[in-house]
């Protein structure tokens, strides 16, 4: 890039001049950066409400059961025919919390159709059973190698007012041929917390073996509330629960900033993404500024025995908070939306290469949900929503506030699909644009073809209760440790995160990882309400308290004296 085409970049508002920056940064060679727009995006749909099929029958005169300044989408999914959004029950009025629309309809705005049917979402008018077949609150979903719809049910209702506990916690696997629910999974209290949220899930397949038709993945979920992840194994149906500071909310970054809005909300880990070649997730809360990433080998080697951490390691800092991760299927590349900079950026650890693919002011507000589907190439969906206007009830209900967008050509498909035969459509897709989503010649695997009213398929007889994994007897634990804390990154050696000058100012992540915190940064002070310094000492410097282990918190009273 010459100099003087810097000076032009000059020009244009201010919501760019991290482009600029990006681009002289370029000019010193301290970074490879690319903000040259080379990646189009499109918009797919835009809603300015969202609206639904509903029943004839059912209330949507009352906002108890319909509110749609109410209704806010938080989760994405791409399948073959259809596309799939979460709306959780964040607020009153939110009448079903799946729904899907057909992948070729025309024009913005499409009425969207609860999913599988009204029957599954009986938590709006109150009429449900907790041991029933149904959905309370889903805030993201997932689509297996073999079809599946994976939906995360926190069982909350009113999460951003008073939180009331609907149901336990649960996820419903749904077929997409059928749209029959093949497997419930309940999670058994030992992992559960009063306040739990449960908002977002891998689903990893690396392991799976095809003929066992998706039922021996591992699934990652992030408790947002109560900040943890619970790690659920399908193929023994256990469940466990682990946790690390890097999982809680920083307190310095509660404060968002979008654009003129600025909003408070003290959420722990949301943001999930998983580079299934590597066999690293990556995670994010939202009051922060970074990201991390922890190994599968130390999420799938159960729970952490006294004195042990799960090793965490800190990638690196963002220009502002995020919620929306993603991972390009091969290669590495990690993909986030800082809220502040309203744009789209991706990152190579691998190579160290940095790009912004898209920033506006409008379009992206709010960046939620981040998805990479096998089944859609190289290409990159964008769910986002002005949640911050939701939040502070000052929406205007004549702009488009809610978006599915498409950055084309920025992943590398995996190629699992390839193997999965029943699933491999005949003809390979057309590029996406638009409303042309398929070419004339392609054929569905299945076609979606749903039951007549009335019939149905019973559930399989497989398990439908997960077996919790008790910490407290070491020799019932069919659990190894061996090596699980000595997985060095495959990344090479890291550069230190505040040495020198930052390679560019629109985030500064490292071309490596590290153990966290780093050895090299002071920790920051902390201090009371009087501001005077905090000084605790600890009675038990190995002392352990985020994953399951529960000690006496205090001594007798002969013993209190500090040493």
Same mark, same amino acid.
Request: include cysteine; charged fraction near 20%.
């Given at each position: 890039?010459? %100099?003087?085409?810097?000076?032009?970049?000059?020009?244009?508002?201010?919501?760019?001049?991290?482009?600029?920056?990006c681009?002289?940064?370029? %000019?010193?060679?301290?970074?490879?950066? &690319?903000?040259?727009?080379?990646?189009?995006?499109?918009?797919?749909?835009?809603?300015?409400?969202?609206?639904?099929?509903?029943?004839?029958?059912?209330?949507?005169?009352?906002?108890e059961?319909?509110?749609?300044?109410?209704?806010?989408?938080?989760?994405?999914?791409v399948? *073959?025919?259809?596309?799939?959004?979460?709306?959780?029950?964040?607020?009153?009025g939110?009448?079903?919390?799946?729904?899907?629309?057909?992948?070729?309809?025309?024009?913005?705005? =499409?009425?969207?159709?609860?999913?599988?049917?009204?029957?599954?979402?009986?938590?709006?008018?109150?009429? *449900?059973?907790?041991?029933?077949?149904?959905?309370?609150?889903?805030?993201?979903?997932?689509?297996?190698?073999? +079809?599946?719809?994976?939906?995360?049910?926190?069982?909350?209702s009113?999460?951003? @007012?008073?939180?009331?506990?609907?149901c336990?916690?649960?996820?419903?696997?749904?077929?997409?041929h059928?749209?029959?629910?093949?497997?419930?999974?309940?999670?058994?209290?030992?992992?559960?917390?009063? @306040?739990?949220?449960?908002?977002?899930?891998?689903?990893?397949?690396?392991?799976?073996?095809?003929?066992?038709?998706?039922?021996?993945?591992?699934?990652?979920?992030t408790?947002?509330?109560a =900040?943890?992840?619970?790690v659920?194994?399908?193929?023994?149906?256990?469940?466990?629960?682990?946790? /690390?500071?890097?999982?809680?909310?920083?307190?310095?970054?509660?404060?968002?900033?979008?654009?003129? /809005?600025?909003?408070? %909300?003290?959420? $722990?880990?949301?943001?999930?993404?998983?580079?299934?070649?590597?066999?690293?997730?990556?995670?994010?809360?939202?009051?922060?500024?970074?990201?991390?990433?922890?190994?599968t080998?130390a999420?799938?080697? $159960?729970?952490l025995?006294?004195? !042990?951490?799960?090793?965490?390691?800190?990638?690196?800092?963002?220009?502002?908070?995020?919620?929306?991760?993603?991972?390009?299927?091969?290669?590495?590349?990690?993909?986030?939306?800082?809220?502040? @900079?309203?744009?789209?950026?991706?990152?190579?650890?691998?190579?160290?290469?940095?790009?912004?693919?898209?920033?506006? #002011? @409008?379009?992206? #507000?709010?960046?939620?949900?981040l998805?990479?589907?096998d089944?859609?190439?190289?290409?990159?969906?964008?769910?986002?929503?002005?949640?911050?206007?939701?939040?502070?009830?000052?929406?205007?209900? +004549?702009?488009?506030?809610?978006?599915?967008?498409?950055?084309?050509?920025?992943?590398?498909?995996?190629?699992?699909?390839?193997?999965?035969? /029943?699933?491999?459509?005949?003809?390979?897709?057309?590029?996406?644009?638009?409303?042309?989503?398929?070419?004339?010649?392609?054929?569905?695997?299945v076609?979606? !073809?749903?039951?007549? =009213?009335? &019939?149905?398929?019973?559930l399989?007889p497989?398990?439908?209760?997960?077996?919790?994994?008790?910490?407290?007897?070491? &020799?019932?634990m069919?659990?190894?440790?061996?090596?699980?804390?000595?997985? #060095?990154?495959?990344?090479?050696?890291?550069?230190?995160?505040?040495?020198?000058? =930052?390679?560019?100012?629109?985030?500064?992540?490292?071309? $490596?990882?590290?153990?966290?915190?780093?050895s090299?940064?002071?920790?920051?002070p902390?201090?009371?309400?009087?501001g005077?310094?905090?000084?605790?000492?600890?009675?038990?410097?190995?002392?352990?308290?985020?994953?399951?282990?529960?000690?006496? !918190?205090?001594?007798s009273?002969?013993?209190?004296?500090?040493?």
């Open positions: 890039m010459e %100099l003087h085409s810097v000076s032009t970049l000059f020009k244009m508002h201010r919501w760019s001049m991290l482009t600029v920056l681009a002289a940064s370029v %000019l010193l060679g301290s970074v490879r950066c &690319q903000t040259d727009g080379s990646h189009k995006m499109e918009v797919v749909k835009q809603w300015n409400l969202l609206n639904y099929n509903f029943p004839w029958d059912y209330p949507a005169a009352s906002k059961f319909y509110n749609p300044e109410n209704v806010v989408a938080t989760g994405l999914e399948g *073959y025919d259809r596309i799939f959004v979460a709306t959780p029950r964040l607020f009153s939110v009448p079903a919390t799946v729904s899907s629309i057909p992948r070729g309809t025309n024009g913005d705005s =499409p009425v969207l159709q609860a999913y599988p049917d009204w029957t599954h979402h009986r938590a709006a008018t109150k009429e *449900y059973n907790c041991s029933d077949i149904g959905l309370v609150s889903v805030y993201r979903l997932r689509i297996d190698s073999c +079809n599946r719809l994976w939906a995360l049910d926190a069982g909350v009113r999460s951003l @007012e008073d939180f009331e506990v609907t336990p916690p649960k996820i419903l696997v749904y077929d997409l059928t749209d029959q629910v093949v497997r419930r999974i309940d999670f058994p209290p030992e992992v559960v917390r009063r @306040e739990s949220l449960y908002t977002n899930l891998i689903v990893d397949e690396t392991t799976s073996r095809p003929e066992n038709n998706c039922d021996d993945v591992f699934v990652y979920i408790d947002t509330v =900040p943890g992840i619970v659920y194994d399908s193929g023994k149906d256990l469940t466990w629960r682990v946790s /690390h500071p890097a999982m809680y909310p920083d307190p310095d970054f509660a404060e968002s900033s979008i654009l003129e /809005h600025r909003f408070t %909300l003290m959420d $722990g880990i949301v943001g999930l993404a998983f580079d299934m070649e590597a066999g690293i997730v990556y995670f994010q809360p939202l009051a922060t500024d970074r990201i991390f990433s922890v190994t080998a999420l799938r080697s $159960g729970p025995p006294f004195g !042990k951490d799960l090793p965490v390691k800190l990638v690196g800092r963002k220009s502002s908070q995020g919620i929306g991760l993603g991972a390009s299927p091969r290669g590495g590349t990690i993909f986030y939306a800082p809220l502040s @900079e309203t744009a789209v950026a991706s990152w190579n650890p691998r190579t160290n290469e940095h790009q912004i693919l898209a920033q506006d #002011q @409008e379009k992206i #507000q709010f960046a939620a949900d998805r990479t589907p089944r859609d190439a190289t290409a990159l969906y964008v769910l986002t929503s002005k949640f911050h206007r939701f939040f502070l009830k000052n929406l205007d209900a +004549n702009e488009f506030n809610t978006r599915i967008l498409r950055i084309d050509g920025v992943a590398i498909p995996s190629g699992q699909l390839a193997s999965q035969s /029943h699933l491999r459509p005949t003809i390979p897709y057309d590029t996406l644009h638009g409303n042309a989503y398929y070419h004339p010649s392609v054929v569905l695997p076609p979606y !073809k749903p039951l007549p =009213p009335g &019939q149905s398929i019973a399989p497989a398990a439908t209760t997960s077996t919790p994994v008790s910490v407290f007897n070491s &020799q019932n069919p659990f190894g440790h061996h090596g699980l804390f000595t997985k #060095q990154s495959t990344f090479g050696h890291s550069t230190i995160l505040g040495q020198g000058k =930052p390679s560019q100012p629109f985030f500064a992540l490292n071309n $490596g990882e590290k153990s966290f915190p780093p090299t940064i002071g920790s920051r902390q201090y009371g309400a009087s005077a310094p905090i000084f605790i000492p600890k009675i038990n410097q190995n002392f352990n308290d985020l994953n399951l282990l529960r000690y006496r !918190k205090s001594l009273v002969n013993q209190t004296a500090v040493h």
